[in-house]
């Protein structure tokens, strides 16, 4: 059963609209990490904002926001006011609690268009 | 920087010859990871390692194997090259144990063309 799931393929977006990329996840496990990157068209993977399972608030940074709903199983990314810059491939990711089994799950990613 | 390297960048084979890459980190992290990415897939996991000579196999382990014979050094080989394997490679590094604001740090990438 797929973990991680984004069901928005690609979106096009006008230029300082927010932007809400949608991310359901899948776990047994009381105790994960919810994360999401970043891939622009030159291909490297770049962290935006993590989640964890017990945070009370929804995680911030800068522009970016996690709209975390756990009884939901939800943690979508929220982009305030779009930049041309912003156009790239994005991954919501979960990571659940394991010592030896710790790896990260990835979604198959929403590519972002934001238009002038 | 983050001090993970990938190499080579770019490489282009043939079907049925082995090919290995490798990641090399400078951060001692415990954590080594091989990901695919593939359009429509997303990152998928290949193998990792959790320390010296200790690995174990992801989703997509057919056709590869990896080997870890000190911290800094993950290699991952393909056996024999087929059409399916051409791909882009990513190595990431993490430290285990502790979900606070640990995701993956992730090389560069390599992309794989077998022909």
């Known amino acids: 059963a797929q973990k991680i799931t984004q069901t928005q393929p690609g979106m096009f977006v006008q230029e300082k609209e927010a932007v809400t990329l949608d991310c359901t996840y899948d776990t047994s496990d009381p105790s994960y990490g919810l994360f999401w990157y970043k891939q622009p068209s030159s291909g490297e993977m770049i962290f935006l904002i993590y989640q964890g399972s017990y945070d009370q608030q929804n995680a911030t940074e800068g522009r970016y926001s996690l709209n975390f709903q756990k009884a939901r199983k939800s943690a979508n990314l929220v982009i305030s006011a779009s930049q041309l810059g912003d156009s790239a491939m994005y991954f919501c990711?979960?990571?659940?609690?394991?010592?030896?089994?710790?790896?990260?799950?990835f979604g198959k990613g929403t590519r972002l268009h934001i238009l002038p | 920087d983050a001090g993970i390297t990938q190499s080579p960048r770019h490489k282009v084979t043939e079907t049925g010859t082995p090919v290995t890459l490798r990641c090399h980190q400078t951060?001692?992290?415990?954590?080594m990871y091989w990901y695919r990415q593939d359009p429509g897939h997303g990152l998928r996991l290949i193998h990792y390692s959790y320390g010296v000579k200790d690995t174990d196999k992801g989703e997509v382990s057919d056709g590869y194997s990896v080997s870890r014979s000190k911290t800094e050094d993950f290699l991952l080989t393909l056996e024999s090259a087929t059409s399916s394997q051409t791909s882009v490679y990513f190595c990431a590094i993490s430290t285990p144990g502790h979900l606070d604001n640990y995701g993956y740090t992730f090389g560069s990438g390599t992309r794989l063309t077998v022909v």
């Open positions: 990711a979960m990571r659940e609690n394991g010592y030896r089994d710790d790896k990260i799950i």
């Open positions: 951060e001692n992290h415990r954590y």
